[in-house]
């Protein structure tokens, strides 16, 4: 061992037997190797014999707490401009402290709450650190959502688009050498995964990382391949998890951070406790979770960050959807109604011919909400890992009753039920802890109730004009909150679920959707609009 500046060297020996050895001379500059001295001079007879000292298991995370908490200090200390400026200028305070503290590890947790903008800081990392080309994968439901936010952030971005057949194009060396980010979802890692390798990504984003929490899971071990080769890692997650520190283990293996902790068998034996192969619970979360942000680890709440957030916050979500042909069917079969009944003769006639209409658009807008079900469960699924609770407003009955099969403990509020039902399911949500789902319809439930026990809410699919959305944002956004909301509106890409959205939205501009109401004007203006651009294509 050696020594540099008089300094004594310091060797970490762990019960497990991994050693680690620290020289304190790497440490010197920051001030908490203060306190490590302080440590070390209490045991004399190691430094005046051996110059070096054995530390307990509670002396390291005591130092290594101490010295990375300065190591945070300095990385948000970092001069923001480090930021491009067209990036820099759009991100709120606590954003540019998360971009920061990325780029200074290369390899973290990006673990805010949900609604906070981790995407955000993902992409805003890959392009202050210059880590081309970078490789995002994430679950099939959110790909559509990354390409947006990253033309958004990035407008420049080349960006390639794993699919079915774009991963022959890939193996074939087809891929274009000049894009700037890759979006693959983890289903199709097995199918190129070798070539991803090769590639030579310089970053991986693994979004919504607790999807690698199942260590012999193929998924997980076709990603530690994907990262073991690449210089920045982030992990996106709004899951907490350090109730199951377990989860932890694998994850930890991505970024290539285990072997800190001693291994996958020191970590179980720190964090969890086993009746035989059975986990009971955790032990020692304090320790984790203060050695976890020494690491590599960022995670901030809305409540850390309320001064800084709006009141309400709307963030839109495209996802393909999985019935394509049927929609493409019902829509063709639509514009042939359109144009042969547009030259109606009189106002009567009119009324009929939108009735119709509108009787066709709604069942186009079904088929649209059953396409789309099947991603919007996953996020639901994704959402609910995370302990908070959440409210799912949808129009039709037969997305309600299939809500309620795929989540059977969910509390509810349907057109259907009576005052004592209704009521009954709003206090469940409200007063019991363990009921972390509300689904209900857009109509029914969208006036006249009190749901502060959430403060996320998802619209799957679309009313008619911009008040409609607002009330039902109200249900949670209102006397009694404490905390921010977040609505989440799911769109089909190329539908009409786009169309009505930016009519709705153009809508909002115009007229303030307080003073709207229920004017059954404003509804027939959106659907009127609609159906316009839909008689000119």
């Known amino acids: 061992m050696s020594t540099e500046d008089n300094i004594p060297s310091a ?62 200090e300095d990385a948000i200390a970092l001069n923001p401009d480090i930021i491009p400026p067209h990036i820099l200028n759009k991100l709120r305070p606590f954003q540019i402290a998360g971009v920061l503290y990325a780029v200074s590890k290369g390899k973290c947790f990006i673990a805010d709450e949900m609604g906070l903008g981790k995407t955000i800081q993902a992409i805003a990392s890959v392009i202050t650190l210059k880590a081309f080309p970078a490789l ?125 902790f001693g291994g996958e068998a020191q970590f179980q034996r720190e964090f969890c406790v086993y009746y035989g192969n059975t986990f009971v619970r955790p032990k020692n979360l304090d320790r984790l979770n203060e050695r976890l942000r020494s690491l590599a680890y960022i995670r901030r709440k809305k409540m850390d960050v309320l001064t800084e957030l709006p009141p309400k916050q709307k963030d839109v979500i495209e996802v393909e959807i999985t019935n394509r042909p049927e929609y493409e069917f019902a829509l063709k079969d639509l514009i ?38 099947d991603a919007v469960c996953e996020w639901i699924e994704n959402f609910l890992e995370s302990g908070e ?39 469940k949500f409200q007063t019991d802890e363990n009921c972390k ?35 039902a944002e109200d249900r949670l956004h209102r006397i009694g909150q404490t905390d921010n909301v977040m609505a989440y509106y799911f769109l089909g890409t190329n539908t009409i679920d786009q169309d009505i959205w930016q009519l709705i939205e153009q809508k909002r501009i115009i007229v303030d959707a307080v003073h709207e109401g229920t004017d059954e004007r404003a509804q027939m203006t959106v659907f009127s609009e609609l159906i316009d651009r839909l008689m000119r294509r």
């Not at 700037?180 to 995964?193: G, M, Q, R, S």
């Not at 789902?437 to 439930?445: D, R, Y």
């Open 389 to 427: 609770k959440l409210v799912v407003f949808s129009i039709h009955i037969e997305i309600q009753k299939q809500l309620m099969v795929r989540f059977p403990d969910a509390a509810h509020l349907f057109s259907a039920d009576d005052l004592e039902e209704r009521n009954r399911n709003v206090e």
């Open 11 to 72: 060797w970490w020996e762990w019960d497990s037997g991994f050693d680690t050895q620290v020289q304190i001379a790497s440490i010197v500059k920051y001030e908490p190797v203060i306190d490590f001295l302080g440590i070390a001079r209490r045991k004399k007879e190691a430094i005046d014999k051996l110059g070096m000292v054995v530390l307990s298991k509670k002396d390291i995370a005591r130092v290594e707490a101490a010295i990375e908490a300065k190591k945070l």
């Open 136 to 260: 995002v994968v994430c679950p099939a439901s959110l790909k559509l959502n990354w390409e947006k936010e990253i033309h958004k952030w990035s407008p420049d971005s080349k960006i390639y688009m794993f699919n079915g057949t774009s991963a022959i194009d890939f193996m074939l060396g087809r891929f274009p050498k000049d894009a700037d980010f890759a979006i693959c979802n983890y289903e199709l890692l097995k199918n190129y995964n070798e070539e991803i390798i090769k590639h030579g990504f310089k970053c991986v984003i693994f979004d919504e990382s607790h999807y690698l929490k199942n260590i012999g899971a193929q998924r997980t071990k076709l990603s530690i391949k994907v990262a073991d080769p690449v210089k920045h890692i982030f992990l996106l997650t709004g899951t907490p998890i350090l109730n199951r520190p377990q989860e932890l283990v694998s994850q930890l293996r991505v970024l290539r951070l285990l072997q800190i």
């Open 336 to 373: 042939n109604y359109l144009k042969l009944n547009k030259n109606y003769s009189d106002e009567r006639a009119r009324a009929a011919f939108m009735a119709a209409a509108l009787t066709q658009v709604e069942f186009l807008k079904q088929i649209i909400a059953r396409g789309k079900f």
């Open 437 to 471: 789902l509300f689904i209900a319809s857009l109509q029914a439930g969208g006036l006249g109730i009190t749901l502060t026990a959430a403060s996320n809410v998802v619209t799957i699919e679309l009313g008619w004009n911009p008040a409609v959305h607002e009330q």
